[in-house]
């Protein structure tokens, strides 16, 4: 829908500004003809991202071991601007959960596998899909060694930063971001907390029917490694009306 709007500082018939979905655009109309005349676009500050390439950085609390980097989705010609930035946070792995927009062989060219398992716009993953993701997961998990002669495991891994995997749908809001909350759920976190957890760093995430699906998950036993501890219990009947109560806000 368009609507136009009147400044204020302006007489009515000098200017007007034009707004759709997606853009804006400044009108002058002649007082005499009554024609409108589209005013030059002013220019946008080199510093800012282009609207559309919103990556978000998810790093599980509970360990630095794995990371995961939430998208929209690239094409041709937007994909030299993802690449500048799978690089820059280490990227190995990246999922694809909607049909191909893009050349996978130019990632696969510069050494990030690329994995398709598209489902269907809005809905949840199939047990296929998540079975193939978590096993990706837990094969790129950083495992950490002792060497010989060192203090503690512990100590030598503090600085280190385990290996990042892009997941992307269209938009970055549904698919992509339930794969996240699965694999958090299986590293520890409690069910309905994943999904607080990655909302407060991509806002829009998951829809009703998601949300149900996240806090009904059980944890398949599919990952090797289950590193933290899951967040207090929400069992016995305080716990399982707090759980409710959390999931009815989660939707709103």
């Given amino acids: 829908?368009?609507?136009?709007?009147?400044?204020?500082?302006?007489?009515?018939?000098?200017?007007?500004?034009?707004?759709?979905?997606?853009?804006?655009?400044?009108?002058?109309?002649?007082?005499t003809t009554a024609r409108l005349q589209r005013l030059p676009t002013p220019?946008?500050?080199?510093?800012?991202?282009?609207?559309?390439?919103?990556?978000?950085?998810?790093?599980?609390?509970?360990?630095?071991?794995?990371?995961?980097?939430?998208?929209?989705?690239?094409?041709?010609?937007?994909?030299?601007?993802?690449?500048?930035?799978?690089?820059?946070?280490?990227?190995?792995?990246v999922v694809r959960c909607c049909e191909p927009t893009y050349s996978a062989e130019t990632l696969q060219n510069q050494n990030i596998s690329v994995h398709d398992w598209p489902f269907r716009d809005g809905a949840v993953p199939p047990a296929n899909i998540i079975k193939n993701w978590l096993q990706l997961v837990d094969s790129r998990i950083l495992k950490p060694q002792r060497r010989s002669g060192?203090?503690?495991?512990?100590?030598?891994?503090?600085?280190?930063?385990?290996?990042?995997?892009?997941?992307?749908?269209?938009a970055g809001l549904g698919r992509a971001p339930i794969l996240v909350a699965i694999a958090m759920i299986e590293l520890g976190m409690a069910n309905l907390d994943t999904v607080e957890f990655i909302r407060?760093?991509?806002?829009?995430?998951?829809?009703?029917?998601?949300?149900?699906?996240?806090?009904?998950?059980?944890?398949?036993?599919?990952?090797?490694?289950?590193?933290?501890?899951?967040?207090?219990?929400?069992t016995g009947t305080n716990g399982l009306k707090n759980g409710i109560s959390k999931m009815f806000r989660l939707k709103a």
């Fill in 200 to 234: 407060r760093r991509r806002r829009g995430c998951f829809n009703s029917n998601q949300i149900q699906y996240i806090d009904s998950y059980k944890r398949g036993k599919i990952l090797k490694h289950t590193l933290g501890s899951c967040s207090p219990s929400s």
């Fill in 150 to 170: 060192s203090p503690s495991a512990s100590e030598e891994d503090e600085d280190l930063v385990g290996p990042t995997i892009a997941v992307h749908c269209v």
């Fill in 43 to 93: 220019p946008r500050s080199p510093g800012l991202v282009p609207l559309g390439k919103q990556l978000t950085l998810i790093e599980p609390p509970m360990t630095k071991n794995i990371r995961f980097l939430i998208l929209d989705c690239p094409t041709d010609s937007t994909l030299p601007f993802y690449m500048a930035e799978l690089k820059r946070y280490g990227v190995t792995d």
């Fill in 1 to 31: 829908m368009t609507t136009i709007s009147a400044t204020s500082t302006m007489p009515v018939s000098m200017l007007r500004t034009v707004s759709s979905d997606s853009t804006v655009v400044s009108v002058a109309i002649n007082p």
